[in-house]
């Protein structure tokens, strides 16, 4: 059975993944603040500042490398230098989880798979580092998943959007950004559809259709507490600004791609009768 090994397991994401892979796959994670995984055997403590991969990576003798981590820019910058070596020279994969951010410059329309990057965050340059040395690997080592916002019933997004309607505080929402987004549930399903059959390349992971932020964090305040909520309007830009990405070229098949609807219904709480 192909061994994987999830950088990040401990956190939303990763956890999501290892969820869905583990009963298919020999399936590793790392953790490093969530004292909970100490007991289970499939999860290696790993803090980026101390190091230590190596020897997690002997032990556990990957196929595929899934990198959700998190943490200092830097350090992942040279984690993910000592992994591009080592995939160089193994029988090893990674899948590399980006952002829709590495095109966040761009306004007026939305970003496909082989649209040239060009970011002015921080987060998105940082990310368009490692995706240009990921991409100088040989064909077929390599997936890029640009990811949207992602959103879950536990997802630290909602749960923050849950606090301020309970406290009454004000939500920040940007009425001209241009978004898709996703649901842990559904881009699980898509991972690991992309590592069952076994592809290659720049993955671009959300919703097919796109929606303003104010309207999609509006609409999950309204059908999670039935309320409208208190927003902040923040106007970034005197423009519409997309920070999306949808696939043209390497599209997954219709039945694992959701439109935004299919991501608010997956945040929807289910009414119970008493």
Do not use: W
Not at 68 to 89: M, S
Not at 107 to 129: A, Q
Request: glycine share 6%.
């Amino acid at each position: 059975m192909k061994s994987i090994l999830i950088l990040g397991g401990s956190g939303f994401i990763g956890n999501c993944l290892y969820k869905e892979l583990a009963p298919y796959y020999n399936t590793f994670a790392t953790y490093n603040t969530a004292k909970g995984y100490r007991n289970n055997q499939h999860f290696f403590y790993f803090n980026l500042e101390e190091g230590g991969l190596d020897s997690i990576l002997k032990e556990v003798r990957p196929k595929l490398i899934i990198s959700a981590l998190r943490g200092d820019f830097n350090v992942q910058l040279e984690t993910h230098d000592f992994l591009i070596k080592l995939i160089k020279k193994s029988d090893c994969r990674i899948l590399f989880l980006s952002s829709s951010n590495v095109f966040d410059s761009f306004e007026h329309y939305p970003s496909y798979e082989y649209d040239k990057t060009f970011s002015k965050s921080i987060f998105g340059r940082f990310k368009i580092k490692i995706e240009n040395e990921l991409m100088r690997l040989p064909t077929g080592k390599f997936i890029i998943a640009r990811l949207p916002m992602i959103f879950g019933l536990n997802a630290p997004r909602t749960i923050e959007i849950d606090k301020a309607v309970e406290n009454n505080k004000m939500i920040e929402v940007f009425p001209n950004s241009i978004i898709n987004v996703n649901s842990d549930i559904r881009l699980s399903q898509q991972i690991h559809y992309l590592i069952n059959h076994k592809k290659t390349g720049l993955f671009h992971l959300g919703s097919t259709d796109l929606i303003s932020h104010f309207d999609f964090i509006n609409n999950i305040v309204k059908r999670r507490h039935h309320t409208p909520g208190i927003f902040k309007h923040v106007y970034s830009s005197n423009t519409i600004q997309y920070i999306a990405t949808l696939p043209k070229v390497n599209r997954l098949p219709s039945h694992i791609l959701p439109s935004y609807l299919d991501v608010l219904n997956d945040l929807s709480i289910k009414q119970t009768s008493n």
